[in-house]
């Protein structure tokens, strides 16, 4: 089980609380974590990543352990406190505008 | 027994304002969907509960919401959990995904280049006269999309923006927005629309084919004033019993046509001003039109600080001035264009809404007026509901 935080905006499109968890076990990616969340929560499809491209999108960003990996591979493994539950993963909007 | 039902689009989210006919008392009902901005929403005719909204965010993109009882709840469309039980199995989660046909092409910048079209927003949904199923989106960058199945998928009508005239197309200051779409009752295949800043376009067969029509408009900042395309018009209106007689409110200018769009003259007339973005047609008459004069395209106020609708009972060129209930000294709020709308009661009751969060009311033709709310978001958009 992998333990998401989600923006407060995307809380109230998908109608839910301050945590979500997917069922992924063993080793994940962010696009693992990301297809089973929206597998879970439709509404959040082209929200988080573009439709067609999967490409995040610019004003989202992806926290892991404290890291900013918004920049990595979606293909790359996450820490193993993330698989493992133990820590949150987070998608926050980035902090601009107001 | 009637009552009334304001649906108020802000930058922070949505309110259904409803009343009794009377439209004295008001119940404000809100924040739906707090803190993203709401750019428009509107009901069906044909099933007043089923009204559509589009909400929109720079962070996290487009949402399509659809209610199917007046406001109360709301849903998007194909992503709810009786969606998952369906013979498609999984929900497709698509109906915000707005997908230009084809290879999208390119139109003018602001500095004259060509840039690549690029989705960022629907301004505009328009439910077909028909079918509550049946709803028009207008978009930003500007485009027409179409859903035949309550908002759960989108399609373009491509046939608009492959116009010949596309590459020429380019931003207002506020985007390259497809705002307007009229659908004539008479003939539903014949819909108008307007682009800021392209100008107005008409289909003959329901999406198919376009034609500009802005023979008539006169646009002194463009290159050429007179050109088929490129005024940026901010809004057109229609009464539905005489659909071949349009007006807009262009940048500058307040126009009138009365063949469907082919030439237009203007009928600025006495305005203080004749820039501004709304323009609305009272519901039993005609001839009797509404604007709110703003000082200019630098100053989004209105002039002198007051602010005044203007009713023409003549179709343009005599306006008067109204004024009672509304804030005559120290006013430096806009109306913008989707933020205006009348009910079809009688006495006519007039509605809009202020970028300073007011949504004001008028019970009497518009002679005199009263705030429904004061201290709202900024006012995207203002649509009115009767119902029976």
Same mark, same amino acid.
């Given at each position: 089980m992998i333990r998401v935080i989600l923006p407060h905006h995307l809380r109230t499109l998908a109608k839910v609380g301050d945590e979500v968890h997917v069922d992924l076990n063993g080793s994940a990616t962010v696009k693992d974590v990301l297809d089973a969340l929206e597998n879970k929560y439709p509404m959040l499809r082209g929200t988080i990543r573009e439709h067609n491209t999967l490409k995040r999108r610019p004003l989202v960003r992806f926290f892991a352990c404290g890291e900013d990996?918004?920049?990595?591979?979606?293909?790359a493994p996450l820490p193993d406190p993330i698989t493992k539950g133990e820590e949150p993963f987070f998608i926050m909007g980035a902090i601009a505008g107001g | 027994m009637s009552e009334i039902r304001v649906l108020v689009g802000t930058r922070k989210g949505a309110f259904v304002l409803t009343s009794d006919a009377k439209r004295k008392d008001w119940k404000v009902d809100g924040p739906h969907?707090?803190?993203?901005?709401?750019y428009h929403m509107k009901g069906s005719?044909?099933?007043? *509960?089923r009204i559509y909204a589009s909400q929109t965010s720079a962070w996290f993109g487009q949402i399509i919401q659809r209610s199917s009882d007046g406001g109360k709840t709301w849903e998007t469309p194909g992503s709810s959990p009786d969606d998952l039980k369906g013979? *498609?199995?999984?929900?497709?989660?698509?109906?915000?995904m707005f997908v230009y046909d084809g290879i999208p092409g390119t139109h003018m910048w602001y500095d004259g280049t060509q840039h690549p079209w690029e989705f960022k927003r629907v301004w505009h949904l328009e439910p077909a006269l028909d079918n509550a199923d049946h709803v028009y989106a207008g978009v930003e960058d500007a485009a027409l999309f179409e859903s035949k199945d309550g908002g759960t998928s989108w399609n373009e009508l491509s046939g608009l923006r492959q116009h010949d005239t596309g590459p020429k197309w380019q931003p207002g200051a506020g985007g390259m927005c497809l705002h307007s779409i009229l659908i004539d009752?008479?003939?539903?295949k014949r819909i108008f629309i307007a682009i800021s800043a392209a100008g107005a376009f008409r289909t003959d067969d329901a999406g198919k084919s376009w034609k500009p029509i802005n023979h008539g408009l006169h646009s002194q900042y463009i290159p050429d004033p007179h050109a088929e395309v490129g005024h940026c018009v901010h809004r057109i209106a229609m009464h539905p019993s005489k659909p071949n007689t349009l007006f807009m409110q262009k940048h500058w200018d307040v126009m009138r046509s009365d063949d469907g769009g082919d030439s237009w003259r203007e009928v600025s007339g006495n305005l203080p001003s004749d820039f501004g973005f709304p323009i609305d047609v009272h519901a039993h008459e005609p001839e009797t039109i509404y604007v709110v004069p703003i000082k200019s395209d630098s100053e989004h106020y209105p002039p002198d600080g007051k602010l005044r609708v203007y009713r023409s009972r003549s179709g343009g060129n005599e306006w008067e001035e109204l004024t009672k209930?509304?804030?005559?000294? *120290?006013c430096y709020v806009n109306v913008l264009r989707d933020a205006m709308s009348v009910d079809s009661l009688d006495p006519c009751g007039i509605y809009f809404g202020t970028t300073g969060g007011q949504v004001y009311a008028s019970a009497d033709n518009g002679d005199s007026w009263n705030p429904i709310v004061r201290d709202l978001p900024a006012v995207l958009s203002v649509e009115v509901q009767t119902l029976k």
């Open positions: 990996i918004s920049h990595e591979s979606p293909d | 969907f707090a803190g993203w901005e709401i005719s044909v099933d007043p *509960d013979p *498609d199995g999984m929900p497709k989660g698509e109906s915000n009752p008479k003939n539903p209930g509304l804030p005559q000294q *120290d």
